[in-house]
């Protein structure tokens, strides 16, 4: 059994949300809606779902750039940032992250050899070792140091850019490394380019990878496991061979046939789900996907399924799949139930 | 590759320095401005005359008198030497209050912006109060209250100023503050002082100094004004704005005399914001 | 819309009690006792006694601030020191002046300011469009007081088409719409018109340019409108900024036309504030700057409003 390096318990974050001058009701999007997972060292989890379902923000919960309502970070048995446990300061060493935007996360004034040095000067390191370490990772990163230690970010290119984030991230010698996005715009040939990168580097660092996208190619190559969210919430997880093949719940079936299909055998005939996502200030009731999934019955409207196992470490939050549930059983009058329940 | 070698390593402020070489106006301008400080600058030593001296037989030569190449005033003075000196103050009155503005105005806004919340609200808020006066009467109305002087006037316009400087600075510093690097640098363990002083500082310092250069003439103009009213420098102290006000009494007799001192204070601001707008443009580049 | 409006009424009253909470500060900003300021120096001591008891001096700061807010709101705005009279009716005869000259250069300035930026936007690029950004760099450097002069030198001493002096024949501080008066108006409102003629040509010229550019207004050329039509939609989509820079403007004027009154004798709160500067009457000089910003902060607060009605966009943000 491989360590388990990250912990995430029960993390949530409501943003409030004023409706106007005069309403006392405070409102809030659940934007991370109590989830809980662990991440294998050595592994890499991939973590998807549509936008605004909540995976950046759990992105920037795990690096501490945005405080918690309630649950914990675990870093290797100790609780980030607790009285006893990780301190915050040697946390940002151990996990970096790369984010989407590959010019909005350089410092425009500042050379490339002087961002990558900055994060280890913070924490120490010599001014000179600090540029021999810039020198040394950008060539790891396979960028010529000395045609690029000295260049501002808008004398390179996309790609080049988010290598120079990339060699950021790895200037702390971190352990895990969030990656945001981080090649979602650039170009697909770039693209590939830089996922055999970020393999490479994953092998000779002996980096443990949150990859949040919601490319689902890109993530079925780069990913160990998977997790899918909806809404806040993690409706399926698992080996991603598993859950690409053997897709538990409708919500992933729906994403995974949405892909377009290479095979003109296999063209997609309609839309597999439609509409757009519910408001998050007022989720549903019951299951969260129930007002878009052609499977919902009524139980589905006023119960929360729970994750639950359907193979040794795939889980799926979903009635249909575990026959305890009472899904069987469930009247199909849905309309009745969830026009009840949701306002 | 030596040439692509030779593109990189330019500094942002290298780039826009390069860039300002390329304006034809601003250059003139920037000239222009040097030759009017120098002139102020090393006043004592290259003015014909003594700029206090007066002389009752003397007074409101014409132009191109053989002793005084741009004529005398009410007072029989030297106007050559009058404007030479009185452009050390009235250039005074044009860059102290706004350098410091800048500093006070940056600091301020650097800091509501990088707190944000509430602080910043509570800031902002009470700074707004200052905008509901026009800049002119909210400059008159403190210098008139603490009564004639340079040091008041100084004083007044640096207040006037300040709260435009801040808004500038924290709407920048807000702006910068929600880019990923500064959530990068965030990541990297480093305390607020040191994120402000590398990451925020450099972004937003260029936008509040191309504001602050804007109002250099702004500045002046309004300084000479006040003085121009009687609430800035005290005779017999040559000051631009002042010489105006003294030499209206000339504007039948000597009108082209009584008009010298504003044409100064006109020629100064234009090239200010001349070269201001030479610098905006530089600036503007793509960084 | 109305909770709009409601917001920025909201609004506008912290600021307002701020202004006045400076005006009144305005007096202690003034060396010395704040007595002095209020009393005539010369004044016999039982007279100050008792005014140092009318204006509730003897009381702490905040309580003074508060019955001098409840006075001001009644429309006391005390007694000017060198006249005798209430400052309330002399400032008010002086703002109506002030407000007219600022009016008419303001009416000059934003016309005109619009009509050249739009050309200038248009044609960008063309000798027009030069004319236009020389003029208005003219318009924003020029020392006002001294164009001022330079305005008399010329059309008053050499020319003498205009008079030069005051608000009327005959120094009358009386305005009336009649020839003899606006002959008295021309030159002081040239004068003063051309910051705002030059802010706004810049202003308008930036907006026109910028909107040509637009892919909307490409779509609407594509689509083989009318220059006519597209004026319409360039000019709706311009008009909320213009119409917040020229109040702004306009109130601009109303501080910024101290010097100009003060260049031309005009009767107006310039030339009143440059009086009761000298005589040292603060009374007076609190008086007049209370109620230019009040009615700064009301023009604002009317731009506000307004906005929203030409650009729906504005009332949701």
């Known amino acids: ?343 | ?287 | 819309m109305f909770f709009y409006v409601l917001r920025r009424l909201l609004y506008a009253i912290p600021i307002a009690l701020g202004v006045t909470l400076i005006s009144f500060l305005l007096v202690y900003l003034a060396p010395g006792d704040p007595l002095n300021a209020i009393a005539p120096s010369d004044a016999p001591a039982e007279t100050i006694a008792a005014l140092k008891v009318a204006y509730g001096l003897d009381k702490p700061l905040p309580m003074q601030y508060g019955l001098w807010l409840l006075r001001a709101v009644q429309g006391d705005l005390g007694v000017s020191i060198a006249s005798g009279r209430p400052v309330a009716a002399e400032v008010l005869t002086a703002v109506r002046n002030t407000l007219v000259l600022a009016g008419i250069a303001g009416a000059i300035g934003i016309f005109f300011g619009c009509l050249l930026g739009a050309l200038a936007g248009y044609w960008h690029g063309s000798w027009i469009d030069r004319i236009a950004t020389f003029l208005s760099v003219i318009g924003v450097s020029v020392p006002h007081y001294w164009l001022g002069m330079v305005l008399t030198i010329i059309f008053s001493t050499w020319l003498a088409w205009f008079p030069a002096m005051g608000a009327g024949p005959g120094g009358s501080a009386e305005w009336l719409w009649d020839y003899a008066h606006m002959r008295h108006l021309v030159l002081p409102a040239i004068t003063l018109c051309v910051i705002p003629l030059g802010i706004i040509t810049r202003t308008v010229r930036a907006l026109v340019a910028d909107m040509l550019d637009q892919e909307f207004v490409i779509a609407l050329r594509a689509r083989g409108l009318s220059n006519a039509t597209i004026f319409k939609h360039v000019a709706k989509n311009t008009a909320p900024t213009v119409l917040a820079v020229s109040g702004l403007q306009l109130g601009y004027l109303m501080g910024g036309s101290i010097l100009v009154e003060t260049v031309f004798a005009w009767p107006g709160t310039g030339f009143l504030l440059n009086t009761a500067i000298f005589q040292r009457d603060i009374p007076v000089l609190q008086g007049t700057i209370l109620i230019l910003c009040m009615f700064f902060v009301a023009l604002n607060l009317i731009v506000d409003i307004i906005q929203p009605l030409i650009d729906p966009r504005m009332a949701r943000a």
């Open chain 2, 1 to 287: 590759m030596s040439s692509r070698a030779r593109i990189s390593g330019r500094s942002y402020w290298f780039v826009v320095f390069h860039q300002l070489k390329h304006e034809p106006v601003a250059l003139f301008s920037a000239l222009l401005l040097l030759l009017i400080f120098l002139a102020a600058i090393f006043a004592p030593w290259l003015a014909p005359s003594d700029p206090y001296a007066t002389s009752m037989i003397h007074r409101l030569q014409p132009i191109g008198s053989p002793d005084h190449l741009l004529g005398t005033d009410e007072l029989g003075r030297d106007m050559l030497s009058r404007l030479m000196f009185g452009g050390r103050l009235s250039l005074l009155m044009g860059v102290a209050p706004v350098f410091m503005a800048f500093v006070i105005g940056t600091s301020i806004g650097l800091f509501a912006g990088y707190v944000g919340g509430k602080i910043n609200m509570i800031i902002m808020r009470m700074l707004d109060v200052f905008y509901a006066f026009p800049s002119v009467l909210l400059a008159v109305a403190i210098s008139g209250a603490l009564g004639p002087g340079m040091m008041n006037s100084l004083f007044a316009l640096t207040l006037v100023f300040i709260p435009q400087l801040v808004r500038v600075a924290e709407s920048v510093t807000t702006q910068v503050r929600k880019l990923d690097y500064i959530e990068a640098a965030r990541m990297s363990g480093a305390r607020s002082f040191s994120i402000i002083r590398v990451h925020v500082l450099g972004n937003v310092l260029g936008p509040v100094f191309v504001y602050a250069t804007g109002l250099l003439s702004v500045s002046m103009i309004l300084g000479s004004g006040l003085s121009f009213l009687g609430l800035g420098v005290k005779p017999p102290e040559p000051e631009w704005g002042l010489m105006l006000n003294t030499l209206r009494s000339a504007i039948f007799k000597e009108p082209l005399i009584a008009a010298l001192p504003g044409a100064m204070i006109f020629v100064t601001s234009i090239a200010f914001n001349l070269l201001a707008d030479g610098v905006r443009s530089a600036m503007d580049i793509k960084r």
């Open chain 1, 1 to 343: 059994m491989t360590p388990i390096i990250l912990q995430v318990r029960n993390l949530k974050k409501y943003f409030p949300v004023r409706a106007n001058l005069f309403s006392r009701e405070q409102k809030f999007v659940h934007a991370v809606d109590d989830i809980s997972f662990n991440v294998t060292k050595g592994r890499t989890l991939g973590i998807v779902g549509e936008s605004g379902c909540g995976k950046s923000t759990t992105a920037r919960l795990i690096a501490n750039l945005m405080p918690a309502d309630s649950g914990a970070i675990i870093f290797n048995g100790e609780g980030v940032g607790e009285i006893g446990g990780l301190e915050l300061k040697s946390f940002r060493k151990k996990l970096q992250m790369v984010f989407q935007d590959s010019f909005a996360s350089l410092n425009p004034r500042l050379t490339i050899s002087e961002t990558i040095s900055y994060g280890p000067m913070v924490h120490d390191t010599s001014k000179e070792d600090a540029h021999l370490q810039a020198h040394d990772l950008l060539a790891k990163v396979g960028l010529d140091p000395d045609l690029f230690a000295s260049r501002y970010p808008h004398e390179l290119s996309g790609g080049q850019r988010q290598r120079v984030n990339i060699a950021r991230a790895l200037a702390f010698n971190p352990e895990v490394v969030i990656l945001d996005e981080a090649v979602a715009a650039l170009d697909k040939s770039v693209q590939a380019q830089v996922l055999n990168l970020l393999q490479d580097l994953k092998a000779e660092f002996e980096l443990t990878y949150l990859f949040i996208s919601h490319d689902l190619h890109v993530v079925h190559y780069i990913s160990d496991d998977v997790m899918v969210m909806y809404l806040g919430q993690i409706v399926e997880m698992g080996p991603v061979e598993q859950v690409y093949s053997e897709a538990a719940h409708p919500y992933t079936r729906a994403l995974l046939s949405a892909i377009p299909s290479m095979d003109p055998a296999h063209r997609t005939q309609k839309s597999p789900i439609t509409g757009d996502p519910p408001n998050p200030i007022h989720p549903p009731s019951g299951c969260r996907f129930h007002d878009r999934c052609e499977h919902a019955r009524a139980i589905c409207a006023s119960l929360v399924p729970a994750l639950m196992p359907v193979q040794s470490s795939h889980v799926v939050a979903c009635h249909m799949n575990h026959p305890s549930s009472g899904y069987e059983t469930s009247g199909s009058d849905v309309q009745y139930a969830s026009a009840g329940a949701t306002r």
